[in-house]
């Protein structure tokens, strides 16, 4: 079944908020396994909702700002930066992917660049000591590169 077939969809009753924790009717869903149908099954329809197919019935998630939240930066022994996502999963940063939004939130890219992600706070100043400003813009050294990024033009 296509998402573009689907014109109705209902809610699931889930809500992300901007720290990347998940709620259902006010209480906090912590279950892992629970998550992980979540994580494994969520995907992005045309109008830009997140939906959760599972066993072939598709529902829409509430979500604050961003689906996957960046909870962790560090950087391995090569010197890549890598992300600990709200998924509990990790995987290098995609530096051509990093923009500044509203209020000076950083979000890049995750998931094969499928998915947008939010710095939560913390991961927001570990990046941070990382950044370099140079006539009022900031870009991320990597590889020998610089990454340049802004304010987000939306």
């Known amino acids: 079944m296509s998402l573009s077939d689907v014109h109705d969809i209902p809610p699931c009753l889930v809500e992300v908020d901007r720290d990347g924790k998940f ?9 892992e396994n ?4 979540f994580f494994e099954n969520v995907t992005l329809d ?9 066993q072939g019935k598709p529902c829409y998630v509430d979500v ?13 022994a090569s010197g890549t930066i890598v992300l600990t996502l709200n ?9 051509e992917t990093l923009r500044m939004g509203q209020d000076n939130v950083i979000y890049c890219r995750v998931k094969d660049e ?14 941070a000591e990382k950044l370099v400003e ?21």
């Open 23 to 31: 709620w259902h009717k006010g209480a906090e869903i912590f279950r």
């Open 87 to 95: 998924d509990g999963r990790s995987e290098p940063l995609s530096p």
């Open 64 to 76: 604050a700002d961003t689906f996957f939240v960046v909870w962790r930066v560090a950087e391995d």
């Open 114 to 127: 499928k998915f947008p992600a939010r710095f939560a706070r913390k991961a927001y100043y570990q990046l």
């Open 34 to 37: 629970i998550l992980e149908i």
């Open 134 to 154: 140079e006539e009022d813009r900031f870009f991320l050294e990597q590889g020998g590169e610089r990454y340049y990024f802004g304010t987000d033009p939306s």
């Open 46 to 54: 045309e109008q830009g909702r997140y939906v959760i197919v599972w």
